[in-house]
């Protein structure tokens, strides 16, 4: 099958700042495929590329089979875009922007309206459809921003950080929209700074620093390179830490000691065997626990074991760019 | 890559009659934001309503115009109005810009400069309710139009005709700028230009260098040209070509400029 999205060696520099240097993506159809990186890491100017909004300098682009760059047209008619910031008219009513949205697509009036109705009702909107969009919650402005992105069914659905700011309600509603879009056989690329949400939805991840792909892989290979799943455990007593660490049959070698929390952490392969060993071998030595949690790596643990970087000083490395220019 | 700098915006919109969907589902976005805020579109009617009260009735009482003062002074107001749009179309402009939803309109298959068409024309709808308005109060404090209907359209037309002009300009500032910080610049060198002509006071009371400065401003050309053919005081014959011709030529210039500035927004 053909790639849906081909990403060939793109550049962009504002100013100094090199935003993309020279990243490289391909996407297979009907596939989730995550974006996943820092702020600054230059996800959000992918996602502007691949959506015409944004010129590349240099590379090779192609959506749907179309080249963004020469048949713009062709690509904005099977894609469907929801930014980081809402893409709203504010001033107008969640029904209004819909009706808009849908003439724009060349739906015509009529099944503009139809098509308005049918979302609004799809993401729990009628009864606020009236209602001037900003006065909606930060939930269902998003709710209808996905709603908008899905006017004519797109072939390829772009999330640029489609939870960022949510509560987790919110999220959660985001999440299994989502889901049930892939069911319909749309091709998802998205963005986010959680390794958890790109778990969550995800078939593929590309793991992107300063402007290109660093890491390919599903949610399991990439967890299995980074130290996989976690386990964090906080002991009663502190004294205690150093005999716990001990005790436990876990490759100690990557073995993370906090005394100040009274917590030590440790990767595992198994997430159910690894849990039930450590609780046996603290009770048999008698050593109290306070908590007991098997959890994914951060994006942070993940980062340090790609890039040797936190972060953090990823983030920075970013923000100093960007005061470069 | 410059060589494909401008196709995408080429291969935009599919024909005339998607041009012409598009920008008048823009249009009709504009005329929902009036329904949403009636108050704000009040004030924008009512604001040069005030203004020619204040110069017919408080500061321009005495002045010297060769005739009735308010009978200079309402077609002139009515150009100072069509000038003034300029400024509310930099606000508009640059408030779209800075909004997320032009990010989707941007995404979508639409006409490029659908945007833009769609601003204009609703521009165009406010300023002739407007001048409407306007010419309503000016019957109210005495103005007469001396002129056959013939006169009277011509005389509305050039004001609209200079208001649409100021209007691209207006679209193109918007777009260099970007920035609402930026707004605030042009809103004050508005000022000036509207105030350098003769809208408010005759050129033969100014100093010669200042009175040569104002015969060249093109409002002041729409402005004699507008009491010419309302038969108003300080209206001369021969500014009715130059009172298209500015315009026509303000148009064709920054018309193009504003839709490649618009077209670039993606660089």
Redesign the interface.
């Known amino acids: 099958m053909a790639d849906v999205i081909d990403v060939e060696g793109v550049r962009k520099r504002y100013g100094d700042k090199v935003a993309l240097d020279g990243l490289d993506l391909r996407v297979g159809s009907g596939t989730v495929h995550a974006l996943l990186g820092p702020n600054g890491a230059g996800k959000s100017t992918t996602v502007r590329v691949l959506t015409t909004l944004l010129r590349p300098d240099s590379g090779r682009v192609s959506v749907a089979g179309y080249d963004v760059l020469t048949q713009a047209d062709r690509v904005r008619t099977r894609i469907g875009l929801l930014g980081q910031h809402a893409a709203l008219d504010e001033e107008l009513g969640g029904r209004q922007n819909l009706e808009m949205f849908g003439r724009l697509f060349h739906l015509g009036a009529r099944r503009a309206r139809a098509r308005a109705d049918e979302l609004l009702a799809r993401f729990g909107l009628t009864d606020t459809g009236d209602k001037q969009v900003k006065r909606y919650s930060g939930g269902m402005r998003r709710r209808l921003d996905l709603a908008a992105s899905l006017i004519i069914e797109p072939e390829v659905l772009f999330l640029d950080e489609p939870t960022t700011g949510l509560d987790p309600r919110s999220r959660t509603e985001v999440w299994s929209s989502v889901h049930s879009l892939v069911g319909g056989g749309t091709t998802v690329l998205l963005t986010t700074q959680y390794l958890e949400e790109a778990d969550q939805l995800a078939d593929q991840i590309s793991v992107v620093d300063r402007g290109r792909v660093i890491a390919d892989g599903t949610a399991d290979e990439l967890k299995a390179r980074t130290g996989g799943d976690r386990i964090d455990v906080v002991l009663r007593d502190a004294s205690q830490l150093a005999a716990a660490v001990a005790l436990v049959p876990l490759a100690a070698d990557d073995v993370t000691v906090d005394a100040d929390r009274r917590r030590f952490s440790a990767p595992v392969a198994d997430r159910m065997g690894a849990l039930t060993q450590v609780v046996r071998a603290l009770e048999s030595a008698g050593i109290e626990a306070e908590d007991i949690a098997v959890r994914r790596p951060t994006l942070d643990e993940v980062f340090l074991r790609l890039t040797g970087r936190s972060e953090e000083a990823s983030e920075q490395d970013a923000a100093r760019a960007r005061e470069a220019v | 890559?410059s060589a494909?700098?401008t196709?995408?915006t080429r291969?935009?919109?599919?024909g005339v009659a998607?041009a012409l969907?598009?920008s008048w589902?823009m249009t009709?976005?504009e005329l929902?934001?009036w329904g949403?805020?009636p108050v704000q579109v009040a004030v924008g009617v009512v604001f040069p309503v005030m203004i020619l009260l204040m110069f017919g009735y408080l500061i321009g009482g005495g002045r010297n115009v060769g005739g009735d003062y308010i009978d200079y002074l309402v077609p002139g107001i009515l150009a100072l109005t069509m000038a003034f749009g300029l400024e509310s179309t930099v606000i508009a402009v640059t408030q779209d810009l800075n909004?997320?939803?032009?990010?989707?309109?941007?995404?979508?298959?639409?006409t490029n400069g659908?945007v833009l068409v769609g601003r204009s024309a609703a521009d165009m709808l406010q300023s002739a309710v407007s001048l409407a308005v306007m010419i309503g109060v000016g019957y109210a404090i005495g103005w007469r139009a001396h002129t056959s209907a013939g006169g009277f359209l011509g005389a509305v037309g050039l004001l609209l005709l200079f208001r649409f002009a100021m209007l691209w300009i207006g679209i193109y500032l918007a777009l260099l700028a970007g920035k609402p910080e930026l707004v605030q610049a042009v809103q004050i060198l508005v000022w000036p230009v509207g105030f350098l002509s003769n809208a408010i006071a005759s050129p033969e009371s100014m100093p010669d260098w200042l009175g040569t400065v104002v015969q060249w401003n093109p409002m002041s050309q729409t402005a004699t040209a507008v009491r010419d053919l309302f038969g108003s005081v300080g209206g001369e014959s021969g500014h009715v070509l130059a009172a298209v011709l500015w315009p026509v030529a303000l148009f064709a210039l920054f018309f193009p400029l504003a839709l490649r500035r618009f077209a670039r927004l993606?660089?």
């Open positions: 890559m494909v700098s196709t995408s291969e935009s919109g599919g998607f969907s598009d589902t009709r976005r929902a934001h949403r805020q909004k997320g939803v032009i990010d989707r309109f941007r995404s979508m298959p639409m659908a993606s660089h």
